[in-house]
């Protein structure tokens, strides 16, 4: 049972790289071009240090690799996440339990950390500060999941007292009020350096949220399409029961 969970969830994943990889190219790509080009352009009299990997086989190989292997590691993860929920969220079907799962998972792990933290093009910032922004950004993931984790556990239990509408707003409007805190008490260092185009800052960010979401919607989508007719087909086998 979980077996099968788990490697549907790999191969969708793979699937959500391959169309995610499609819009890295088209938007994202570009992007880290003009960014790279800003940063040899303002580092000309420093001399050029040789590149240990060509920028075509980063954008190539080396992008393909990357992406199929977070797909993968993340439609893994997602499935167990899914085994997880699947039965314990009222009555939704298994189709509805994976659109649900992709939301969350879009939001704690990406949208919460991108609102603060936003994805910032490479060879662009201060290098002395990539060990710190790393720090923070992974901290807000943290906390991310944490207070998706607990909205979703308040949710639950306020539905006999509130109706499920009614519980959805109160635990959606304590997340907001909780990463609004979060948000307010946690420092932003400045990464940028002055005079880069704004476009491209915007243009690049823009492009990697559209990344993230492509893969967390197909991901989702998928794998609550091949899931549910697989609970059709073989009820009792794939089934993933409420209490386990």
């Given at each position: 049972m979980m077996r099968s969970l788990l490697v549907r969830g790999m191969l969708v994943g793979l699937a959500a790289a391959a169309l995610a990889l499609v819009v890295a190219w088209i938007y994202g790509e570009p992007q880290v071009g003009h960014a790279i080009a800003f940063e040899e352009a303002h580092a000309a009299h420093e001399g050029h240090e040789p590149e240990v990997v060509s920028r075509t086989v980063q954008k190539t190989a080396g992008l393909i690799t990357a992406m199929a292997v977070y797909g993968v590691a993340l439609g893994g993860l997602f499935s167990i996440a899914f085994a997880f929920a699947h039965g314990r969220l009222g009555r939704l079907g298994a189709r509805a339990t994976a659109?649900?799962?992709?939301?969350?998972?879009?939001?704690?792990?990406?949208?919460?950390?991108?609102?603060?933290?936003?994805?910032?093009?490479?060879?662009?910032?201060?290098?002395?500060?990539?060990?710190?922004?790393?720090?923070?950004?992974?901290?807000?993931?943290?906390?991310?999941?944490?207070?998706?984790?607990?909205?979703?556990?308040?949710?639950?239990?306020?539905?006999?007292?509130?109706?499920?509408?009614?519980?959805?707003?109160?635990?959606?409007?304590?997340?907001?009020?909780?990463?609004?805190?979060?948000?307010?008490?946690?420092?932003?260092?400045?990464?940028?350096?002055?005079?880069?185009?704004?476009?491209?800052?915007?243009?690049?960010?823009?492009?990697?949220?559209?990344?993230?979401?492509?893969?967390?919607?197909?991901?989702?989508?998928?794998?609550?399409?091949?899931?549910?007719?697989?609970?059709?087909?073989?009820?009792a086998r794939t089934a993933v029961p409420a209490g386990t």
């Open positions: 659109a649900l799962v992709a939301l969350a998972g879009f939001v704690a792990i990406e949208l919460v950390p991108f609102l603060k933290y936003p994805a910032t093009p490479p060879a662009v910032g201060d290098p002395e500060t990539i060990g710190s922004r790393t720090a923070l950004y992974f901290g807000m993931v943290a906390l991310g999941v944490l207070a998706t984790t607990a909205a979703v556990i308040v949710c639950r239990r306020l539905v006999p007292r509130l109706g499920a509408w009614n519980a959805v707003i109160a635990s959606t409007a304590g997340f907001a009020v909780v990463i609004g805190l979060v948000y307010r008490l946690t420092p932003k260092p400045n990464a940028i350096p002055e005079h880069f185009p704004a476009t491209v800052l915007w243009d690049f960010r823009i492009a990697s949220l559209g990344v993230q979401l492509v893969l967390w919607a197909t991901i989702g989508l998928l794998f609550g399409y091949l899931t549910e007719r697989a609970l059709a087909h073989h009820p």
